[in-house]
Antibody
Framework: EVQLVESGGDLVQPGGSLRLSCAAS????????MNWVRQAPGKELEWVSY????????YYTDPVRGRFTISRDDATNSLYLQMNSLRAEDTAMYYC??????????????WGQGTLVTVSS | DIQMTQSPSTLSASVGDRVTITCRAS??????LAWYQQKPGKAPKLLIN???TLESGVPSRFSGSGSGTEFTLTISSLQPDDFATYYC????????FGQGTQVEI
């Protein structure tokens, strides 16, 4: 059974940093690209970042480029999102997600339960 | 950036109704479109991939169509479990979600 479990969400002050983790199991993690998607309270889904296998290709949505860094550790089946210079508008539930296909940014069939990031003073 | 516009934003319907949700892309995305269902407090659930491919385990009352810039999600006979918010997602160029369509009674 595929499982994605996020952790690391917390209350942080504006300008602060946070590192989210996603523990994957039930599939060959190294064979799949991965994504982070967020959802602000009461708002629509927003794709945040994508990382390919072997970390060769990385994409970010414009609002987070230069502040967030996606990474992966295939040895521990883990996905990460390092979030720096956090702003109030980064407040959201953050999901890690995997696609149906090996290398895809869409068609996300497996999702974690999410981890909540709140940026507030 | 590719913008995705869903309509309507809210849809009032009854059990048994045929429901259609439209998603328009600001430029052609070929068939790189997915549809999701989301219920309060839960992660999204993939319904349709590549515009019209029904995901395994999804009831056949759900169908997707379209290509280029205009896409539709159809629920042929609305069931009580279908009352939720639906999102489209383009993945032709990076990724963008639509703003969502809430299907309510």
């Amino acid at each position: 059974e595929v499982q994605l479990v996020e952790s690391g969400g917390d209350l942080v002050q504006p300008g602060g940093s946070l590192r989210l983790s996603c523990a994957a199991s039930g599939f060959t993690f190294s064979a799949y690209s991965m994504n982070w998607v967020r959802q602000a309270p009461g708002k629509e889904l927003e794709w945040v970042s994508y990382i390919s296998t072997s970390s060769t290709t990385i994409y970010y949505t414009d609002p987070v480029r230069g502040r967030f860094t996606i990474s992966r550790d295939d040895a521990t089946n883990s996905l990460y999102l390092q979030m720096n210079s956090l702003r109030a508008e980064d407040t959201a539930m953050y999901y890690c997600a995997r696609g149906v296909d090996l290398a895809t940014i869409g068609g996300l069939v497996y999702w974690g339960q999410g981890t909540l990031v709140t940026v507030s003073s | 950036d590719i913008q995705m516009t869903q309509s309507p934003s809210t849809l009032s319907a009854s059990v048994g109704d045929r429901v259609t949700i439209t998603c328009r892309a600001s430029q052609s995305i070929s068939s790189w479109l997915a549809w999701y269902q989301q219920k309060p407090g839960k992660a999204p659930k993939l319904l349709i991939n590549k515009a019209s491919t029904l995901e395994s385990g999804v009831p056949s009352r759900f169908s997707g169509s379209g290509s280029g810039t205009e896409f539709t999600l159809t629920i042929s006979s609305l069931q009580p479990d279908d009352f939720a918010t639906y999102y489209c997602q383009q993945y032709h160029l990076y990724s963008t979600f639509g703003q969502g369509t809430q299907v309510e009674i």
